[in-house]
């Protein structure tokens, strides 16, 4: 394995081990947080809710860490076909880099919402979830629609275009 793709694989490793750590902090982070609702919700009520910020830790761990690990054994396995394509690692690295931003920031967005949703319904549990959707980002519907619609497409473009390069990279080679 040339060095190249060994720091490659080493890069997406300590970024899927961080984001183990991120999503078990998440997951005790949604616990937590999600402890006022107790008092003031009935349970049916509370598990709906709470779903909404615990479903952070999940998507840390499966976005975060294992499709990333699935990313870095692919680059692992082929690492005899990606060495001899001499422009295969240099776009799977902006498309590792494409993939980060998205899955960071969904993760992020995500957190805020639940955080907003978990926070505004026990503050006031008469509040609906569509006047806390309304509320989000200062109430700027176009800010929230842009983000919300950019971040998705944005790590699956990164996904998809890292697995296509190394695609290519092996049938070059065959």
């Known amino acids: 394995m040339t ?6 694989v080493w890069m997406i490793f300590r970024f899927a081990l961080i984001m183990v750590i991120v999503g078990l902090v998440l997951g005790v982070f949604g616990r937590e947080i999600t402890r006022p ?22 998507h840390a761990l499966f976005h975060g860490a294992m499709l990333p690990m699935m990313m870095a054994f692919a680059a692992y396995l082929f ?3 990606i060495s001899q394509d001499s422009r295969a690692l240099g776009t799977m690295k902006k498309a590792f880099i494409i993939y980060m931003i998205g899955s960071v920031l969904m993760l992020a967005l ?11 319904i026990a503050s ?32 699956a473009t990164g996904l ?14 065959q």
């Not at 609702?37 to 999940?58: C, F, P, S």
């Not at 995500?110 to 505004?120: I, Q």
């Not at 569509?130 to 619609?149: A, K, Q, Y």
């Not at 998809?160 to 080679?173: D, F, T």
């Open 79 to 81: 690492r005899e076909d």
């Open 160 to 173: 998809v275009w890292y697995l296509l390069r190394v695609r290519k990279a092996v049938r070059s080679n």
């Open 3 to 8: 060095k190249e793709i060994k720091e490659h």
């Open 110 to 120: 995500s957190t805020y919402k639940g955080t907003a949703y978990v926070l505004g």
């Open 37 to 58: 609702l107790e008092k003031v919700m009935e349970l049916d009520q509370r598990v709906w809710i709470q779903n909404l910020i615990t479903m952070t830790h999940g």
């Open 124 to 155: 006031d549990p008469t509040r609906t979830m569509e006047m806390i959707n309304e509320s989000l980002f200062s109430g700027s519907t176009v800010l929230r629609s842009i983000l919300f619609t950019i971040v998705h497409p944005l790590y």
